[in-house]
């Protein structure tokens, strides 16, 4: 993208406001339509226009059925190429597998690769579905909660409390639920955090599931994602990773997700009926645009990243003048964490949790109970909207914690 599109395009982005984005009618926007949508993980920056192209060419063509085989194998290898130039991991084509989303990967393999009746480890906090999911399928979850401290000049941090871990696998625990980059925290582990989980794997023979979905979405220019499989540690026969572009493109509605496998992992997959037959559930869109996101939209992405990076900085900016509140910018994602621990007031004592107060002030964010036991006075914020709108948000958070006396 050359760089006069890219100023037109971050100014339009600018000029967003929330009557707009109300028109458009998302969830983000309409679930709660006098506040400013700030919870589900929707972005406000539309999508690659590559995307829009050749979306809006399938609805002119009718073309609108079943997938062709050449455009599923189209999507797999752009897939194995982007983690090979982005990451450096080298996937084979036949090693991608298409699916819906990446819930259903993940409950395909509680369902088919795991022990019968073992329990599922989770980090916490955690994406919302990840702590609910095992239950459906009636196995337990059991919640690992991370390591809080900071780092040297100050700021929060988060980090995998690996012995808990260690003991959850140790107590019959069959499968661990890997976020990387880390929702909601926005996080990317480190080298050692993986290397010490492959361990763990390796030692007591519990699957890893790699949740990567915000893999393209690291906005900080000094942080670097690595694929959890792609470090020498981490036995093929015991790793699942799930992708997506979804998340950095902006279309989740288009249901198109991938799991990687390599190995015995992906031989095992392959076996399983059921877990063949999930590729079915990819959409011929899904697949039209996860192809063009990848061959066209790559510098649109670029752009978005620098411009949620520099929305991350405003906000947390913003939010260092309001007493209570400490935010955890985000180093992989949009979606940012906030404590709000800190507050105190009848108000807020009255409304239940943090975010059920500030959704009362107009932001709607998630409330942090729905994130892991624990976590009831903390919000995850969703940073990916105009700066003006974000603006905005942060002057109803600050105006309502001075309401608070």
């Not at 709660?32 to 060419?57: C, F, H, K, N, S």
Request: hydrophobic content about 45%; overall charge negative; aromatic content about 6%.
């Amino acid at each position: 993208m050359t760089a006069s599109a890219a100023h037109a395009l971050t100014a339009s982005w600018d000029a967003l406001t929330p009557e707009v984005m109300r028109a458009r009618g998302s969830l983000k926007w309409v679930r709660y339509p006098e506040a400013i949508g700030a919870w589900v993980a929707e972005m406000d920056l539309g999508t690659a226009p590559a995307v829009t192209e050749v979306l809006q060419r399938a609805v002119q063509d009718a073309s609108l059925g079943y997938t062709p085989d050449h455009l599923a194998r189209a999507v797999r290898q752009e897939v194995a190429r982007y983690q090979q130039q982005a990451f450096g991991w080298e996937v084979a084509e036949p090693d991608v597998s298409l699916a819906p989303d990446v819930l259903s990967v993940l409950m395909t393999l509680i369902t088919r690769h795991t022990r019968p009746g073992s329990p599922v480890i989770v980090p916490t906090p955690a994406y919302m579905p990840f702590l609910s999911l095992p239950g459906v399928v009636g196995r337990d979850c059991l919640q690992v909660r991370a390591l809080q401290g900071r780092d040297a000049r100050g700021n929060p941090t988060w980090e995998l409390d690996l012995e808990g871990i260690e003991a959850a696998m140790a107590g019959g625990g069959g499968l661990l639920v890997l976020c990387n980059p880390w929702n909601p925290v926005g996080r990317v582990l480190s080298l050692s955090e993986l290397d010490a989980v492959a361990a763990l794997s390796a030692r007591y023979g519990v699957p890893v599931f790699a949740d990567e979905i915000h893999a393209m979405l690291v906005i900080d220019p000094d942080a670097a994602h690595t694929p959890y499989a792609a470090r020498p540690g981490a036995d093929p026969a015991l790793t699942f990773t799930a992708t997506s572009v979804s998340k950095a493109f902006n279309v989740p509605g288009l249901r198109c997700a991938q799991l990687i496998a390599t190995g015995p992992g992906r031989a095992a997959w392959d076996a399983d009926g059921p877990s063949r037959w999930l590729s079915h559930g990819a959409t011929l869109l899904g697949v039209q645009g996860a192809v063009a996101a990848l061959r066209r939209g790559l510098g649109w992405l670029e752009t978005v990243r620098t411009y949620l990076w520099g929305t991350a900085g405003q906000v947390a900016h913003d939010l260092e003048q309001v007493p209570g509140l400490e935010l955890t910018v985000p180093s992989g994602s949009y979606l940012a964490w906030l404590d709000c621990s800190g507050l105190e007031g009848a108000a807020l004592e009255a409304a239940g949790s943090p975010a059920r107060y500030l959704l009362g002030a107009g932001v709607a964010m998630n409330d942090g109970a729905a994130f892991g036991a624990g976590y009831e006075r903390f919000c995850r914020l969703n940073l990916a909207m105009g700066r003006g709108v974000a603006a905005q948000a942060t002057a109803r958070i600050a105006q309502a914690v001075a309401d608070l006396g």
